[in-house]
């Protein structure tokens, strides 16, 4: 007697672990029934601009059926199609990225995914109108051109600092650099920021010899010229 109810124990439980099985298989604990399960991974979630990322959604799943279609939502106006796809990004921002499976009974799922896409920051340079000798006169016309700056768009602003207090905006200005009463020289550091359209900054400088001071018996000159 003993034995057969140890055989029937054993038979119950092999049983309880098969719909176990069975259940866990068909994807009956939690979630729809039926329904299939998104799963994908990207090769990169972060970049600079251009950047191509690929994306598998082979880890996607249907626990009753098979998935008929991947569908992809690239966050940017763009979509896709298919197990694996890649997709470059073009303009800078965080882009939600879903895949949507759908089994044969249409049944569908979504996952999401955010890229961060990163705005190429812009270099700044400069020349001046004097580059060929190494000083500038004071009261000289010197003209500043910040157009060797580079950016993946058109620079917005342009912010010269001349180094005595004054500043200025535009891709090319002029400055004076006024007499100072005793000294004939000088070194000023004009440095130029330039800011593309997304707010990256970048900054470069120049130290610059200005030579010449104010004649005999004149006060310090004021105002801007
Ligand atoms: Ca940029």
């Known amino acids: 007697m003993r034995t057969t109810m140890l055989h029937r124990l054993r038979v119950s439980l092999v049983l309880g672990l098969l719909a176990f099985v069975v259940l866990a298989l068909t994807g009956c604990f939690g979630g729809r029934p039926g329904s299939p399960r998104a799963l994908f991974r990207?090769?990169?979630?972060?970049?600079?601009i251009p950047f191509t990322v690929g994306f598998d959604g082979s880890l996607s799943f249907d626990p009753d059926g098979k998935i008929v279609s991947y569908n992809w939502d690239f966050g940017d106006d763009a979509i896709g199609s298919g197990v694996m796809v890649s997709h470059t990004f073009e303009d800078n921002g965080a882009f939600l990225v879903q895949?949507?499976?759908i089994d044969e009974h249409g049944n569908s799922h979504?996952?999401?995914?955010?890229?961060?896409a990163l705005n190429p920051l812009p270099?700044?340079?400069f020349s001046h109108s004097r580059e060929d000798?190494?000083?500038v006169i004071v009261r000289e016309a010197i003209t500043?051109?910040?157009?060797?700056?580079?950016?993946?768009e058109p620079i917005e602003i342009y912010t010269w600092d001349f180094g005595d207090g004054r500043t200025a905006t535009g891709d090319k200005v002029?400055?004076?650099?006024k007499a100072k009463e005793g000294r004939t020289r000088r070194i000023v550091t004009v440095t130029l920021t330039v800011?593309?359209?997304?707010?990256?900054?970048a900054s470069t400088y120049k130290e610059i010899e200005v030579v010449g001071g104010l004649p005999c018996n004149r006060p310090s000159e004021g105002g801007n010229s």
């Open 123 to 125: 270099t700044a340079a």
């Open 174 to 177: 002029t400055h004076r650099f």
């Open 195 to 201: 800011t593309d359209n997304d707010g990256g900054e």
């Open 42 to 48: 990207a090769s990169m979630l972060e970049g600079v």
């Open 133 to 135: 000798v190494d000083f």
């Open 99 to 101: 895949l949507t499976v």
């Open 110 to 116: 979504s996952s999401p995914l955010v890229v961060h």
């Open 144 to 152: 500043f051109d910040a157009s060797e700056s580079t950016d993946d």
